[in-house]
């Protein structure tokens, strides 16, 4: 396994993060619980520490999950969850008040089944709520002992004015990065570079299309997000052009003797500097073959031709 540690921080984390989203149990088709669980297990055993998760997914689920299979493995793991994303009577909107930071905070701890959240990330921005003021209670927070470090989500470069005064308080962002989504790029490495930040990717599979196992005619039923067209990724010529990709990682994965989704990976780590990829896993075979990225590289000749066709 590769580790990294986070910028401004001790926490150090497997390479490769097991994203959360699907855990929530909603809007990915059929996901089992008992499936979730030995995926974390799973992960553990072979080194992968780092676990994504947010209030939002599944309402809660996603947390309560996450910290039933973890159980007695809690401090073997390392926890990174979000605030900010509010849903009441239906209606999502975003709130970083004060008041919903610390609400959002003890309704995650309690879901989680633990005393303190590794990496507490803003969600969003909600439009309001000043970065400054976002951190103060963060750092509240962090005196009480109920979360170890900051972090951010969904930034553009066009955020770096508010964040700049605040340069070495916060460890990581995480922003959609992958083959199919190069659209972030800039914003990524511009804000880790001049914040001091470790990028987190995620979609990093494009939402699955860069496994390798869709085709033309993927469909999905309507307890899947990827069924909606917002959804680019599985949808029109942004489809076909995945896969015309998917063809390229084909025949490089088929060089390296690896997985579709390991090279997915393998590229994110090979071409940004000190990032950590976030793959949503629904079993625990998902995991173990995404663990196939690690410990190897891609040669300049292979990332110039992933460059050039994935751009
Ligand atoms: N900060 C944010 O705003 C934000 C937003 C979105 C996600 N995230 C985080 O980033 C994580 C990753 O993003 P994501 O889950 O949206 O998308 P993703 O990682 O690009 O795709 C995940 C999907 O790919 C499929 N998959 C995974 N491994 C596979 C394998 N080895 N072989 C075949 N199929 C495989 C699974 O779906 P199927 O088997 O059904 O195809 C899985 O649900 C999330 O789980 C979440 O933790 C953060």
């Given at each position: ?21 699907p855990m929530g149990g909603h809007g ?56 900010g994303v509010r849903v009441e009577n ?30 507490y990330q803003m969600h969003y921005r ?186």
């Amino acid at each position: 396994m590769e580790y990294i540690t986070l910028k401004n921080s001790d926490l150090r984390v497997s390479r490769l993060c097991m994203g959360g989203c699907p855990m929530g149990g909603h809007g990915w088709g059929i996901v089992q619980e008992q499936e979730l669980v030995n995926a974390v297990h799973a992960a553990l055993e072979r080194g992968i520490n780092f676990f994504d998760t947010a209030d939002t997914y599944g309402l809660g689920q996603s947390e309560m999950t996450l910290g039933r299979a973890l159980g007695f493995r809690r401090s073997k793991a390392v926890v990174a969850s979000k605030f900010g994303v509010r849903v009441e009577n239906h209606v999502t909107f975003y709130d970083n008040s004060p008041e919903w930071i610390r609400t959002a905070c003890e309704n995650s701890l309690r879901r989680l089944g633990t005393d303190y959240i590794d990496l507490y990330q803003m969600h969003y921005r909600d439009g309001r709520t000043d970065i400054g003021t976002v951190l103060e209670t963060l750092k509240q927070l962090r005196q009480e002992g109920k979360i170890r470090y900051f972090g951010l989500c969904n930034l553009t470069c066009a955020d770096l004015k508010d964040l700049w005064p605040y340069r070495g308080e916060f460890v990581s962002i995480q922003d959609q990065y992958s083959l199919a989504c190069r659209d972030f790029e800039e914003d990524i490495l511009t804000l880790s570079r001049e914040m001091t930040l470790n990028p987190l990717t995620w979609g990093s599979l494009g939402q699955g299309v860069l496994t390798g196992k869709y085709d033309r005619y993927a469909t999905f039923g309507s307890d899947d997000r990827r069924s909606r067209e917002v959804y680019v990724n599985f949808h029109g010529d942004k489809l076909l052009k995945n896969l015309e990709i998917v063809e390229h990682m084909r025949s490089i994965a088929a060089d390296h003797g690896k997985p579709v989704s390991a090279l997915a990976v393998r590229f994110i780590l090979d071409y940004l500097p000190d990032s950590v990829v976030l793959c949503g896993t629904k079993r625990p075979e998902q995991i173990l073959t995404n663990a196939q990225a690690m410990d190897w590289h891609l040669s300049s000749e292979d990332l110039g031709r992933l460059d050039i066709v994935s751009r």
